[in-house]
Antibody
Framework: QITLKESGPTLVKPTQTLTLTCTFS??????????VGWIRQPPGKALEWLAV???????RHNPSLKTRLTITKDTSKNQVVLTMTNMDPVDTATYYC???????????????WGQGTMVTVSS | QSVLTQPPSVSGAPGQRVTISCTGS?????????VQWYQQLPGTPPKLLVY??DRPSGVPDRFSGTKSGTSASLAITGLQAEDEADYYC????????????FGTGTKVTVL
């Protein structure tokens, strides 16, 4: 059974850097085709994909946020970390991590999601 | 920032069939990559409903997905009260080194 759980601060100040950790079980990020992605959702708004890291270390980022995002993995700890720099109130959202299933380092689907963690950006 | 466009809302009476459209472009839905659909109930994370033309185990066959050209659709037949939720389409976009995209979301209301 695949499970994922997000952890990190609930409140960050403008200009600060946000660091979120996704801890997962039920799969290995060293298995061919596996990936973990981050998706966020501002209150009352649509989902926005942020970044993904694949089993082979390949990464993709949302082009509009690419300069602010870093995604890394620790396969031995079953964790994926997302950092987002220069946080702004518009970044207030629920942040989800999700298991990505596919056969290559492109395409695929997010088939299991964490419960999400709400992050508020305010001074 | 969504590049996949969905109608904000659709509604139907119990038992009816409703469809949700998802319009993209030649760099996402118009490619060979599949389109996924997610259902999100209030206060819960999205749940994978359809990937391509398939459904995960446990998802009723009342939900089906199709794709044609640069558009995709989700059909819900035999609408039930429990189907009232937000629905999102998702695809992979091959532009700008490749990235994932979600739709703008559609609220389904059961009358």
């Amino acid at each position: 059974q695949i499970t994922l759980k997000e952890s990190g601060p609930t409140l960050v100040k403008p200009t600060q850097t946000l660091t979120l950790t996704c801890t997962f079980s039920g799969f290995s990020l060293s298995t061919s085709g596996a990936g973990v992605g981050w998706i966020r959702q501002p209150p009352g708004k649509a989902l926005e994909w942020l970044a993904v890291i694949y089993w082979n270390g390949d990464k993709r980022h949302n082009p509009s946020l690419k300069t602010r995002l870093t995604i890394t993995k620790d396969t031995s700890k079953n964790q994926v970390v997302l950092t987002m720099t220069n946080m702004d109130p518009v970044d207030t959202a629920t942040y989800y991590c999700a298991h990505r299933r596919g056969s290559a380092s492109s395409g695929g689907t997010f088939d299991f999601w964490g419960q999400g963690t709400m992050v508020t950006v305010s001074s | 920032q969504s590049v996949l466009t969905q109608p904000p809302s659709v509604s139907g009476a119990p038992g009816q069939r409703v469809t949700i459209s998802c319009t993209g472009s030649s760099s996402n839905i118009g490619t060979d990559y599949t389109v996924q659909w997610y259902q999100q109930l209030p206060g819960t994370p999205p749940k994978l409903l359809v990937y391509g033309s398939d459904r995960p185990s446990g998802v009723p066959d009342r939900f089906s997905g199709t794709k044609s050209g640069t558009s995709a659709s989700l059909a819900i037949t035999g609408l039930q009260a429990e189907d009232e939720a937000d629905y999102y389409c998702q695809s992979y976009d091959t532009s700008l080194s490749g990235h994932y995209v979600f739709g703008t979301g559609t609220k389904v209301t059961v009358l």
